[in-house]
């Protein structure tokens, strides 16, 4: 607390609350000190509830079983937030505090959304508790059961965190999901694991299941994490290993962690198989990803496991029964679980590029480096997609490119359709679809609305109007199917000519496009969607003659009625707040009024009644007015739910337009790589020995369109293997030269070609690559020291044990976390390595010249420079005017290389320590090579050490003029 508050609330808690300081217990009664303290509950002490009133205690009562949470407590028409959750009210909400000494602040029910989306964005978990009787139906309680309740009843309709938010009129801006995700493991004794994901997006009640056989550095769990960025985890308590709970606090963006104790509230595969065999009964309505699990016995436990986690922590969130029911069960993309094909499983059986996270991040491929955003990754290059749908499918093939030439040729031809014959029909399709909501979360929230749940449950007394907004919802998705179906119809004129046959497929109703105009049609024939919009009401249709005989008729004939008793033609029906048809009569005739007419109030000169006869009639027209409120009700129900039924169709209908949108965005990018680009040629395995890539003038996507106008980006020629030419390339350079660049632009190349995309080049014929391999210095500014040096010696490790022939290997100065003889005798091992014994294709940019001579008569590594031309520059020192052309042969001369880098004397890290990492699974043949190197190297440096002494000590000397620095230059060539 500060300011304000502190002055009016400090000390309040250690006054009044002793139970919440140095004495807090847990509500089974554990002290805070104690293990196994519970700090989710609080102990509350029977003399202190006692001196509650109703309304304190009920509030207290909640609290103290959800600690953690911030309650938002109904009372009326507002959420009133009090003592420590009105300090996050007024903090993060900017609500003000209300007068009186207990810290209180609330807000209107209608903004209820947008404040509970800001609670959770900032990390709160929110507890909703709703009225769920109305001060009518209190008395009417106590009437009938004797009850002495002073307080309306309560209860908790909803919890809500950073996962668990599905309310549109909190997510409807980002297309991003909010992905939560559970994880378990079981690790073996060499530091591998089994780890078992259930990772779910609420808001479209998706859950997708996998498990995935991990190594030590956890790298498949880290692409999965780095993809998918989940927001929220849910983890057994205690149960994880270092590497997995590494993995997860380094690829994830500050989630929120709930850790439930497992088997209670983190169930092992036993328990959740009981629960899914109970919940889905019998086997025929079982999701079929759930029964194949099942199948699998005992290897697919951790992935039961994490399953039961997610339900149990759904089931505290309420959100179990609504998200298992409807849920859709997907494979989790990137996991080892496949089964065999079938058709309810799509895409587990293709086949894919690896890119692991390592990859994923040095590439930029959907966050950058500088700030973790979207700009300037390759996501942002490639997304022009128009529906949110289409977005989250494309991102799914940018981090998963095909590796299948067929299929890879599909998309490719789908390309040039949509360049070409179909060129005008892209266009009309997309401004049909321009500003289309989010279907696929629209279905997930209608057929939630379906049930009685939660926040929707009728008990709940709400004052916004929830038919209106569903009535809104419904016709909002009907509209938007509607428009798709319009959209894939602007095709039908040039659906002969398209070449993809599965364009043409997509674009076919009733094929790849489900038919869904006679559904539509019978939405259309059964209300009228602008007016029920409108009025909130279904209306139209055969819905429209409810009410029979309206009450509001008798009201006006007793009106009239009473004129003619009071004589009194002015006499009229008044309405005072909410006193509805007041009978207001002139003073003077008050003596005429009958006794048991109501006086209600008055204003001067006339006096307000409520006669019997009125009060019935009001009865009989609230009574009236529910029950056509329960029929329409009912009717929009029935209408929901029939649109639910066809869920599946509706679906289909999403991921075909996904898809094409999907294809557009590609298809498009070439309108974003300025200059020439083209559609690579891939060469089948069979035809070659050995795996190629020849690019003619290929550019970086992103950094060519970004350099400046002055500097135009210089495209290069680049060969690696096919035929005589070595698979590997050593490149050399001036720092600035432009290596990483290339390096980058090599592999950006091959993923764009096998997504499908055209790629800036004049031409590029490749064969498919199976994984990526990619190791940067991007982080290295980050990471200090030795860390750096295990990481990269780890990450090696990895990629020389998993690497094939098939693959691509990216490595940028490996070696100079460490001190020179070192990193060049592991730089010279590893190129070494794959050079002759993986024999895939690489390119491994280093500073090390020597490493250059090493190789000079290697016919398996190539030796290329970026080209700089040197001269003109004043004084001795040299300017170097970057060419960024790459040229055969090492560069001859090491430009600028930095001083600093010679000067310190080398650290040696102890030798044990580097094999012993290196047995993190270096090839004994590296190892070898490496220490022979090394004691060679370290003889080379020891005598240039009087040197490098010398140039530390004129660095360590402040000079800042020439004349200083020939004195220190004297006066350490005497040392
Ligand atoms: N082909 C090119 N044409 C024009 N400019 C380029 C080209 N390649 C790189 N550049 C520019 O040069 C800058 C430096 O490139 P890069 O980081 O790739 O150099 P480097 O050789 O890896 O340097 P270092 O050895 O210091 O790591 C880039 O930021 C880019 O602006
Ligand atoms: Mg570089």
Redesign the pocket.
């Known amino acids: 607390l500060s300011g304000e508050a502190l002055e009016r609330f400090g000390g309040r808690i250690s006054r009044k609350f002793s139970f919440l300081g140095k004495n807090r217990k847990d509500s089974s009664g554990r002290r805070h000190d104690w293990p196994n303290f519970d700090s989710r509950t609080l102990f509350l002490p029977a003399e202190f509830v006692k001196g509650l009133t109703g309304g304190q205690r009920q509030w207290w009562e909640f609290k103290a079983k959800h600690m953690d949470k911030v309650l938002l407590f109904k009372m009326g028409k507002f959420y009133e937030m009090f003592e420590m959750d009105a300090h996050v009210g007024a903090q993060d909400l900017d609500l003000q505090y209300m007068k009186g000494e207990q810290p209180h602040c609330g807000f209107p029910e209608k903004n209820y959304f947008e404040n509970v989306e800001k609670l959770v964005r900032k990390g709160h978990r929110v507890l909703v508790v709703e009225q769920t009787e109305t001060p009518e139906q209190l008395e009417e309680r106590k009437r009938k059961t004797g009850s002495k309740d002073k307080v309306v009843r309560r209860e908790i309709c909803a919890i809500i965190t950073k996962g668990t938010m599905v309310d549109s009129g909190m997510i409807s801006d980002n297309a991003e999901p909010s992905f939560l995700a559970a994880v378990t493991e079981k690790a073996d004794n060499y530091g591998g694991s089994l780890v078992g994901l259930c990772v779910v997006d609420a808001s479209r009640a998706l859950f997708m299941l996998g498990q995935v056989e991990d190594d030590s550095a956890r790298t498949k769990l880290r692409s999965i994490l780095t993809e998918l960025r989940p927001v929220e985890l849910v983890l057994p308590l205690g149960l994880l290993t270092d590497a997995t709970q590494k993995a997860l606090r380094e690829q994830t963006r500050k989630p929120l962690i709930s850790q439930l104790v497992p088997s209670k509230e983190f169930w092992d595969a036993e328990q959740t198989t009981k629960e899914i065999r109970t919940s889905y009964g019998a086997s025929d309505v079982m999701p079929t990803v759930l029964q194949k699990i099942l199948e699998l016995g005992v290897s697919s436990e951790p992935v039961l496991s994490a399953f039961g986690g997610c339900i149990c922590y759904l089931r505290q969130s309420l959100l179990d029964g609504q998200l298992l029911q409807l849920g859709r069960f997907e494979l989790l993309p990137g996991s080892d679980l496949s089964f065999e094909h079938s058709a309810a499983i799509p895409e587990a059986a293709e086949a894919h590029m690896v890119l692991d996270s390592a990859a994923l991040d040095n590439l930029e491929i959907l966050e950058n480096s500088s700030n973790c955003g979207v700009a300037g990754t390759l996501l942002c290059l490639l997304d022009h997609c128009i529906t949110p749908f289409g977005r989250r499918l494309l991102k799914q093939w940018i981090v998963r490119p095909l590796c299948n030439i067929e299929s890879i040729v599909q998309r490719q031809n789908a390309v040039v359709d949509m360049q070409g014959v179909a060129e005008n029909a892209v266009s009309e399709f997309r401004r049909e679809l321009s500003g289309i909501p989010d279907l696929e979360r629209l279905l997930a929230r209608l057929s939630a609305n379906s049930g009685e749940n939660g926040r929707h449950s009728q008990k709940v007394v709400l004052y916004e109007d929830a038919a209106k907004k569903q009535i809104k919802e419904l016709v909002a998705a009907l509209r938007g199917f509607q428009k798709l179906v319009k959209a894939v119809s602007c095709f039908g004129n040039c659906l002969p000519q398209l070449k993809s046959a599965r364009l043409r497929s997509l674009l076919t109703f009733g094929k790849g496009f489900p038919d869904l105009k006679p559904l539509l049609q019978y939405f259309e024939d059964s209300f009228d969607w602008s007016e029920s919009e409108a009025n909130g009401r279904v209306t139209g249709g055969d819905h429209s003659n409810l009410s029979a005989s309206d009450p509001r008729e008798k009201l006006e004939s007793y009106l009239k009625s009473q004129q003619k008793f009071f004589k009194n033609p002015e006499i009229s029906y008044v309405t005072v707040g909410k006193d509805t048809y007041l009978l207001e009569i002139p003073e003077e005739l008050h003596t005429k009024v009958p006794s048991d007419y109501e006086l209600r109030s008055s204003r001067k000169g006339f006096c307000r009644y409520w006669t019997p006869r009125v009060k019935e009639l009001l009865q009989e027209l609230s009574l009236c007015e529910n029950e056509k409120e329960a029929a329409l009700r009912g009717i929009l129900q029935t209408l929901t739910k029939r649109f639910c039924d066809d869920h599946d169709h509706w679906l289909s209908a999403i991921r075909a337009v996904s898809e094409l949108d999907a294809l557009m965005s590609i298809s498009s990018a070439r309108l974003h790589m300025d200059g020439m680009t083209c559609l690579p040629t891939f060469v089948p395995a069979s035809q070659l020995a050995k795996p190629v890539f020849r690019a003619k003038a290929l ?2 996507p992103i ?2 369109v970004s ?1 400046a106008a002055s ?6 020629d680049v060969v690696l293997g096919g035929g005589s030419n070595p698979e590997v390339m050593l490149l050399t ?10 390096l980058r632009q090599v592999c950006l190349g091959m993923i764009l070609a096998q997504i499908g995309s055209e790629v800036p080049a004049e031409s590029l014929e490749l064969s498919l690559t199976d994984r990526l391999f990619v190791r940067m ?1 991007a982080k290295d500014q980050i990471m200090t020291g030795q860390s750096t040096f295990l990481i990269e010696l780890l990450e090696t490790a990895v990629m020389l044990r998993c690497a094939t022939q098939n693959s691509f290997v990216a490595l ?2 490996l070696g100079r976390g460490t001190a020179t003889s070192d990193g060049q005798a592991i730089a010279h091992a590893v190129l070494h390595y794959l050079a002759h014994n993986v024999q895939c294709r690489g390119m491994f ?1 280093s ?1 090390y010249h020597k490493l250059a001579s090493d190789f000079a008569n290697d016919p398996s590594v190539s030796l290329c420079h ?1 080209a700089c031309k040197v001269g003109g520059g004043n004084n001795e020192l040299e300017a170097v005017t ?1 060419l ?1 052309k790459l040229t055969s042969g090492s560069c001859p001369k090491s430009y600028g290389v930095n001083v600093a880098r010679i000067a310190g004397k080398p650290k040696f890290p102890s030798h044990a320590h580097v094999s012993r990492s290196f047995h993190a699974g270096m090839p004994e043949s590296v190892l070898r090579r490496a220490a022979l190197q090394s004691a060679k190297l370290e003889k080379e440096v020891e005598s240039h050490c009087h040197e490098a002494d010398v140039i530390k000590t004129i660095l360590d000397a402040s000079v800042d003029s020439a004349e200083q620095l020939r004195t220190a230059w004297e006066k350490a060539k005497l040392i």
């Open positions: 550019r970086h950094v060519a350099t500097t135009p980006f210089v495209p290069n350079g001036p720092n600035m030269g432009g290596k990483s660049t290339l210095g940028d100065e940019s500073h970026m970057f960024y």
